[in-house]
T-cell receptor, first 116, second 120 residues
Framework: DAGVTQSPTHLIKTRGQQVTLRCSPKSGHDTVSWYQQALGQGPQFIFQYYEEEERQRGNFPDRFSGHQFPNYSSELNVNALLLGDSALYLC???????????????FGPGTRLLVL | AQKVTQAQTEISVVEKEDVTLDCVYETRDTTYYLFWYKQPPSGELVFLIRRNSFDEQNEISGRYSWNFQKSTSSFNFTITASQVVDSAVYFCALSERENMNSGGYQKVTFGTGTKLQVIP
């Protein structure tokens, strides 16, 4: 049973560049959420995708965008990178039961982004 | 708005000691979920437990136990007979059920974490 996978594991970019991070959910999951974790902090919710739509968004600017594909995998795009975007980006997947709500989120290993 | 507070930034204990990690939460919802995750140095968040707001029973899993008290909005985590492998950052988290009729979404709010160091 494959868990949540993310690629790449590490990435170095310069200010102003654009980056795309990828996530494949745990087998059987249909919902993907993205989190940003700065050093020494807890993960901060960026957004969640379900049925290929952005369902909810945290307090992040429009430079952060995403996409979910028909196979439930997802991408996180960040444009015009700033030094402050340096962080660990975590992807989490879960399953939506409908009226019963969501299953627990399971996290991937993350992508460490360094912006110079 | 939901909020999770982990007042203990760092804790150091000697191996085999018991340790309790505190978590206090704030929410306006009557239905919510509480979680504990472990983050070892590798970075991946490892799920430990999920608790429904309607279920206040304490839970024990091996050396781990959780004490959920709605009256004080707390969800504390105790490790008995700590081991070096328990060294990690532990996060408490809260999820509210919102907007379920429109497909819903699941937004998890994390605390700032407690770094536990178990010294051999």
């Amino acid at each position: 049973d494959a868990g949540v996978t993310q690629s790449p594991t590490h990435l170095i970019k310069t200010r102003g560049q654009q980056v795309t991070l990828r996530c494949s959910p745990k087998s059987g999951h249909d919902t993907v959420s993205w989190y940003q974790q700065a050093l020494g902090q807890g993960p901060q919710f960026i957004f969640q995708y379900y049925e290929e739509e952005e369902r909810q968004r945290g307090n992040f600017p429009d430079r952060f965008s995403g996409h979910q594909f028909p196979n439930y995998s997802s991408e996180l795009n960040v444009n015009a990178l700033l030094l402050g975007d340096s962080a660990l980006y975590l992807c989490a997947s879960s399953f939506y039961f409908g009226d019963r709500g969501f299953e627990t989120q399971y996290f991937g290993p993350g992508t460490r982004l360094l912006v110079l | 708005a939901q909020k999770v507070t982990q007042a203990q930034t760092e804790i150091s204990v000697v191996e085999k000691e018991d340790v309790t990690l505190d978590c206090v939460y704030e929410t306006r919802d009557t239905t919510y979920y509480l979680f504990w995750y472990k983050q070892p140095p590798s970075g991946e968040l490892v799920f430990l437990i999920r608790r429904n707001s309607f279920d206040e029973q304490n839970e024990i899993s091996g050396r781990y136990s959780w004490n959920f008290q709605k009256s004080t909005s707390s969800f504390n985590f105790t490790i008995t007979a700590s081991q070096v492998v328990d060294s990690a950052v532990y996060f408490c988290a809260l999820s509210e059920r919102e907007n379920m009729n429109s497909g819903g979404y699941q937004k998890v709010t994390f605390g700032t974490g407690t770094k536990l160091q178990v010294i051999p």
